[in-house]
């Protein structure tokens, strides 16, 4: 008995540790969105004198985060969008049908997972620029190049995630659907994806949120034009000063979106996430 009460303890002690490393950053960029600057450069409190919703008003006027917020809207929706739909095709075709070349495919679009994505930096760039020189299509600084970037990392992922998903569903719903007289595409769109809903939806969460934050892509893909958010918030630091209450006050803005999206599929993602067959 002691030593379950003490283990006990021991755990409560861990996870409340656990949990200030992940809220005390969090309070301190939200009790920094609220003090002046002044009060931001002097020694950190953890209240401010002074509260002030001024910062949320500035944040729109010192840089141009409307159009960095429209660029990023526009790249990670398009991006999410065809990930999802492109890895639904292909992972439905490496589940249901047989076909010389469906597991080294497999294995091929699972081992891009295992290289960091600043390999591919230099590649694509190479590729973007040989593009624009033949073909003349821009890509460098558009927002079809950062998609088609974004789309080399969600992809394979989706594709691996789904497929054990429609792995997982029972054939015989697809073959009593056509024996209804529904066709293969049919039986696709009626049977198999709305019990893959809860995979699809976690596929999705995890394409937006991979485009939403993305740094590094970013900053060499994009122009003044094209420029996302994760991009822009290094706008309110110049080489004389940061203004350190609007960048804080602008993550949180910038953090809504996902905020407010994961609320509202969270009953699906943790039943994507979890779920592991179809009962």
């Excluded at 931001?40 to 409190?45: A, D, S």
């Excluded at 033949?134 to 927002?143: A, E, I, K, N, R």
């Excluded at 992922?157 to 997982?168: E, K, P, Q, R």
């Amino acid at each position: 008995m002691l030593e379950t009460r003490g283990f006990r303890i021991l755990r409560t002690f861990g996870l409340l540790g656990l949990s200030a490393i992940v809220i005390l950053p969090l309070y301190v960029v939200l009790i920094t969105s609220v003090k002046r600057l002044e009060d931001v450069r002097g020694l950190f409190t953890w209240w401010p004198s002074t509260i002030t919703l001024q910062p949320y008003l500035d944040i729109w006027t010192t840089v141009p985060l409307a159009d960095y917020f429209v660029n990023s809207l526009i790249v990670t929706v398009s991006a999410t969008f065809f990930s999802v739909v492109l890895a639904i095709m292909a992972a439905y075709a490496i589940s249901r049908f047989e076909f010389k070349g469906a597991r080294t495919f497999s294995l091929v679009v699972l081992s891009t997972q295992m290289f960091p994505g600043i390999l591919f930096l230099l590649p694509l760039f190479l590729i973007f620029t040989q593009i624009e020189r033949t073909v003349g299509l821009q890509l460098s600084g558009s927002y079809l190049g950062l998609i088609l970037t974004y789309l080399t990392f969600s992809l394979p992922f989706a594709i691996w995630m789904l497929t054990g998903f429609f792995a997982s569903i029972p054939r015989a719903l697809e073959e009593a659907a056509m024996i209804d007289g529904t066709g293969r595409l049919g039986a696709l769109i009626r049977v198999v994806l709305p019990v893959a809903r809860p995979g699809i939806v976690a596929v999705s969460v995890y394409c937006f949120i991979t485009a939403w934050g993305e740094v590094l892509f970013a900053s060499v893909l994009t122009n003044s034009s094209t420029r996302t958010l994760a991009i822009g918030l290094r706008s309110y630091a110049s080489q004389n000063d940061v203004y350190w209450n609007q960048l804080m006050a602008a993550s949180v803005v910038v953090s809504l979106p996902v905020l407010i999206g994961f609320m509202l599929v969270q009953r699906h993602l943790i039943a994507g996430l979890s779920s592991g067959s179809v009962k």
